[in-house]
């Protein structure tokens, strides 16, 4: 892999922030407001052309989304396509068509009842997710298909993607037009791969064009599966037909080829029973890695995990390869690396493809995250927490663990999504007080620079926030939990102010120690640094079951369902609060989201005596009703029912005391809108203070900028009115 020099990596680790940062001065500032903090443009999606001479990324422009692309040799990134409203239609799949064309993905998937999101309520409604791609010198872009999960392949001579369940193949050059877009643009006509039953997961397409690998799950099981591609056929061609790769009762994913096509590697986890949703998984039966045939057969064991610690499987994001799946890469030089935590962390080991022995090759106390396979097909660009781990840096890691990992960033910045681009690379990144945005750093270059400076409003509040710092708080059973505390910046020695605690959503998130890497937490984010502006201390919590911190903390036991431990976790963190000087005991609040909003209802139901009000967004209150919605098919033992309606807030609504907002959008497809409905209902019946706001057609991570304001605003104004700012 082509490497940067070692000046210019110390120039990554030194470089400034682009903003001042806040510190507390004890003099007056004037209150951020949500408008404020939410005016940017939240990046995603960053990509690089093969031969990089560019790159693209999907900014969210306060609730427009569009694709964006910067060209060497200045990188000066500009809008590409131009859509205009807040309209919550999402941008995805981002990716070069050859180095001339951007392909994308506009719009979002079905919800149970065939339902497209219509956040806007669109009178005419919404249709399913189109393909569509864009010239990068400019031009209105052209609609290729109906569908979604699109992969450019062939150096951009053709389009694997899947249309209502199926996948399908689309020549991008020389196949004569068969259909008509609404606008009379001519669109090649698609072929059918395969239409599996039990659907298809981690298709790949074979390093020589020729047969499609991916992985079938059939509930219980799953399988891995080959079928030829539907290339120049004859029309009395035999029937196409998909080989079984070694079937069995176990199930098989992460399917990757071998570099030169005649094998396939995949991840095989032994079948179990259980529906081992929000339960603690702390050991199982030991996975394995298996090589076989890509044209069938018997398959071999690799590898096999140690029993104990890493015995159940875990992947890692990772961006699309025929040789690289799920945290599960087949290296050009015979090397297969693989995430285990055999540690109790979760890492990287490479073992040779034809056997031996498994060697660390980024292990420690600390989280692997990502991992992107370099120009070369050698390396790894891996983001990890690694000594820093309430941030997030990248590192270049041997597959072959030849020589150690290099760092590559650091500093107060937190650091994701790297791509290489040439001889350098570009990335996401932020801090405590400037949001994300798109950096590169090319060849030659003394240090990174922002691709799109104006994503970042010149009057963006940063001068007004503070850095968090972190802290420890114990569980009302002892755990030291990590967390961020925001200091207002004019607290005064012998104040007492009041308090609100965050709780995130996952349950497996880890909230950082500046703007988070997701846009429903970087939203989080900026609304605790609001709070510290307008005079409340503002605890964020990463509580037991969240990650970051290791196997044990992740899968703590006695979390979620099996007895809802983690509100040991917030009844420490109102502890810690009603402890300090500096808060006022009787005016703390808590607040969050989805999982959050489950503990925000713990809270408020099971200690009023310490909570004085809440804010649940779209929050858990029945786990069997929770978990329904991700297994529709669940049929709980009656100790498992049992014990997660125990763990449940919906347990103890006759101890529940202070007043709470609502929020919810009704097109959830994440938690029952029926659970707040319910719970509205029977906190009416307790004569408890229950304010809402409900969303029409929206859906669980809000698609409109506008719910987001609304939503947080209403969050602003009910804890003032509760606990008052002042």
Same mark, same amino acid.
């Given at each position: 892999?082509?490497?940067?020099?070692?000046?210019?990596?110390?120039?990554?680790?030194?470089?400034?922030?682009?903003?001042?940062?806040?510190?507390?001065?004890?003099?007056?500032?004037?209150?951020?407001?949500?408008?404020?903090?939410?005016?940017?443009?939240?990046?995603?999606?960053?990509?690089?052309?093969?031969?990089?001479?560019?790159?693209?990324?999907?900014?969210?422009?306060?609730?427009?989304?569009?694709?964006?692309?910067?060209?060497?040799?200045?990188?000066?990134?500009?809008?590409?396509?131009?859509?205009?409203?807040?309209?919550?239609?999402?941008?995805?799949?981002?990716?070069?068509?050859?180095?001339?064309?951007?392909?994308?993905?506009?719009?979002?998937?079905?919800?149970?009842?065939?339902?497209?999101?219509?956040?806007?309520?669109?009178?005419?409604?919404?249709?399913?997710?189109?393909?569509?791609?864009?010239?990068?010198?400019?031009?209105?872009?052209?609609?290729?298909?109906?569908?979604?999960?699109?992969?450019?392949?062939?150096?951009?001579?053709?389009?694997?993607?899947?249309?209502?369940?199926?996948?399908?193949?689309?020549?991008?050059?020389?196949?004569?037009?068969?259909?008509?877009?609404?606008?009379?643009?001519?669109? $090649?006509?698609?072929?059918? @791969?395969? *239409? +599996?039953? %039990? &659907?298809?997961?981690?298709?790949?397409?074979?390093? #020589?064009?020729?047969?499609?690998?991916?992985?079938?799950?059939?509930?219980?099981?799953?399988?891995?599966?080959?079928?030829?591609?539907?290339?120049?056929?004859?029309?009395?061609?035999?029937?196409?037909?998909?080989?079984?790769?070694?079937?069995?009762?176990?199930?098989?994913?992460?399917?990757?080829?071998?570099?030169?096509?005649?094998?396939?590697?995949?991840?095989?986890?032994?079948?179990?029973?259980?529906?081992?949703?929000?339960?603690?998984?702390?050991?199982?039966? $030991?996975?394995?890695?298996? @090589?076989? *045939? +890509?044209? %069938? &057969?018997?398959?071999?064991?690799?590898?096999?995990? #140690?029993?104990?610690?890493?015995?159940?499987?875990?992947?890692?994001?990772?961006?699309?390869?025929?040789?690289?799946?799920?945290?599960?890469?087949?290296?050009?030089?015979?090397?297969?690396?693989?995430?285990?935590?055999?540690?109790?962390?979760?890492?990287?080991?490479?073992?040779?493809?034809?056997?031996?022995?498994?060697?660390?090759?980024?292990?420690?106390?600390?989280?692997?995250?990502?991992?992107?396979?370099?120009?070369?097909?050698?390396?790894?660009?891996?983001?990890?927490?690694?000594?820093?781990?309430?941030?997030?840096?990248?590192?270049?890691?041997?597959?072959?663990?030849?020589?150690?990992?290099?760092?590559?960033?650091?500093?107060?910045?937190?650091?994701?999504?790297?791509?290489?681009?040439?001889?350098?690379?570009?990335?996401?990144?932020?801090?405590?007080?400037?949001?994300?945005?798109?950096?590169?750093?090319?060849?030659?270059?003394?240090?990174?620079?922002?691709?799109?400076?104006?994503?970042?409003?010149?009057?963006?509040?940063?001068?007004?926030?503070?850095?968090?710092?972190?802290?420890?708080?114990?569980?009302?059973?002892?755990?030291?939990?990590?967390?961020?505390?925001?200091?207002?910046?004019?607290?005064?020695?012998?104040?007492?102010?009041?308090?609100?605690?965050?709780?995130?959503?996952?349950?497996?998130?880890?909230?950082?120690?500046?703007?988070?890497?997701?846009?429903?937490?970087?939203?989080?984010?900026?609304?605790?640094?609001?709070?510290?502006?307008?005079?409340?201390?503002?605890?964020?919590?990463?509580?037991?079951?969240?990650?970051?911190?290791?196997?044990?903390?992740?899968?703590?036991?006695?979390?979620?369902?099996?007895?809802?431990?983690?509100?040991?976790?917030?009844?420490?963190?109102?502890?810690?609060?009603?402890?300090?000087?500096?808060?006022?005991?009787?005016?703390?609040?808590?607040?969050?989201?989805?999982?959050?909003?489950?503990?925000?209802?713990?809270?408020?139901?099971?200690?009023?005596?310490?909570?004085?009000?809440?804010?649940?967004?779209?929050?858990?209150?029945?786990?069997?009703?929770?978990?329904?919605?991700?297994?529709?098919?669940?049929?709980?033992?009656?100790?498992?029912?049992?014990?997660?309606?125990?763990?449940?807030?919906?347990?103890?609504?006759?101890?529940?005391?202070?007043?709470?907002?609502?929020?919810?959008?009704?097109?959830?497809?994440?938690?029952?809108?029926?659970?707040?409905?319910?719970?509205?209902?029977?906190?009416?019946?307790?004569?408890?203070?229950?304010?809402?706001?409900?969303?029409?057609?929206?859906?669980?991570?809000?698609?409109?900028?506008?719910?987001?304001?609304?939503?947080?605003?209403?969050?602003?104004?009910?804890?003032?009115?509760?606990?008052?700012?002042?």
């Amino acid at each position: 892999m082509r490497r940067l020099a070692t000046t210019t990596v110390l120039c990554v680790l030194v470089l400034a922030v682009l903003a001042p940062s806040g510190a507390a001065t004890g003099a007056p500032q004037q209150p951020i407001t949500v408008a404020e903090v939410l005016d940017h443009a939240m990046p995603s999606n960053l990509v690089a052309a093969a031969d990089g001479s560019r790159v693209a990324w999907v900014l969210n422009e306060r609730g427009a989304r569009n694709v964006w692309v910067a060209e060497a040799p200045d990188f000066v990134g500009r809008r590409l396509t131009s859509y205009r409203w807040d309209d919550g239609q999402e941008i995805a799949s981002a990716q070069f068509v050859g180095t001339e064309r951007v392909l994308y993905v506009r719009g979002g998937v079905p919800n149970s009842s065939g339902e497209f999101p219509n956040p806007a309520t669109y009178a005419e409604g919404v249709g399913p997710s189109e393909i569509w791609a864009i010239d990068v010198a400019g031009g209105e872009p052209q609609r290729l298909a109906t569908g979604y999960q699109p992969v450019v392949v062939l150096d951009g001579a053709a389009l694997l993607y899947l249309s209502r369940g199926e996948l399908m193949w689309l020549d991008l050059i020389g196949n004569p037009a068969a259909d008509t877009s609404d606008d009379g643009v001519m669109l $090649p006509a698609p072929a059918k @791969v395969l *239409s +599996a039953r %039990g &659907g298809i997961n981690a298709f790949r397409l074979s390093p #020589d064009g020729s047969r499609v690998v991916f992985s079938s799950p059939r509930g219980t099981h799953a399988y891995i599966g080959v079928i030829a591609v539907p290339m120049n056929e004859a029309p009395d061609a035999a029937p196409r037909h998909v080989t079984w790769l070694d079937p069995s009762v176990d199930s098989d994913f992460s399917p990757v080829w071998s570099p030169d096509g005649s094998e396939i590697a995949f991840v095989r986890q032994p079948a179990r029973r259980a529906v081992e949703l929000f339960t603690p998984q702390r050991a199982a039966r $030991p996975w394995s890695i298996r @090589v076989a *045939s +890509a044209s %069938g &057969g018997a398959s071999r064991v690799l590898f096999t995990a #140690d029993e104990g610690p890493g015995s159940v499987p875990g992947g890692i994001g990772m961006a699309y390869s025929p040789h690289a799946s799920g945290g599960l890469v087949w290296s050009r030089d015979g090397h297969i690396a693989f995430a285990w935590e055999k540690t109790g962390w979760r890492g990287l080991y490479s073992i040779p493809a034809a056997g031996g022995e498994a060697v660390p090759i980024a292990v420690g106390e600390f989280e692997v995250e990502t991992a992107e396979i370099t120009d070369d097909g050698t390396e790894l660009l891996v983001v990890s927490n690694q000594g820093d781990i309430d941030r997030r840096h990248f590192w270049r890691v041997p597959m072959n663990g030849a020589a150690p990992a290099a760092r590559l960033t650091g500093g107060s910045w937190i650091e994701w999504a790297p791509v290489q681009v040439g001889d350098g690379f570009a990335w996401l990144r932020s801090d405590g007080t400037t949001p994300a945005h798109a950096v590169i750093q090319p060849e030659g270059a003394d240090e990174p620079f922002a691709m799109a400076a104006e994503a970042i409003p010149a009057g963006y509040p940063s001068d007004r926030m503070v850095q968090p710092q972190a802290v420890a708080v114990a569980g009302a059973d002892g755990l030291e939990v990590p967390a961020q505390l925001f200091l207002p910046a004019d607290l005064q020695p012998g104040e007492r102010r009041p308090a609100v605690i965050f709780f995130h959503g996952g349950s497996r998130r880890q909230m950082l120690l500046g703007f988070h890497y997701s846009g429903y937490y970087h939203n989080a984010y900026a609304l605790s640094q609001v709070f510290a502006s307008r005079g409340y201390i503002a605890l964020a919590v990463n509580y037991r079951s969240g990650i970051g911190y290791g196997l044990d903390f992740r899968e703590a036991l006695n979390y979620g369902a099996t007895g809802g431990s983690e509100f040991q976790d917030v009844l420490g963190a109102g502890l810690y609060l009603r402890n300090r000087d500096d808060v006022d005991s009787d005016r703390i609040g808590l607040w969050g989201g989805s999982y959050g909003g489950y503990l925000t209802a713990m809270g408020l139901s099971r200690a009023s005596h310490l909570f004085a009000a809440g804010v649940d967004i779209h929050g858990v209150h029945d786990w069997n009703d929770g978990i329904r919605i991700f297994y529709p098919g669940y049929d709980p033992t009656p100790d498992a029912e049992r014990l997660a309606s125990e763990s449940s807030p919906n347990a103890s609504l006759d101890t529940w005391r202070s007043p709470v907002l609502l929020i919810h959008g009704d097109d959830d497809r994440n938690v029952f809108f029926s659970q707040t409905v319910f719970l509205v209902e029977a906190l009416r019946d307790r004569e408890v203070h229950v304010e809402q706001l409900v969303f029409p057609d929206e859906v669980h991570g809000f698609l409109l900028h506008r719910s987001w304001v609304a939503a947080y605003e209403a969050t602003v104004d009910f804890f003032d009115r509760m606990l008052g700012s002042e």
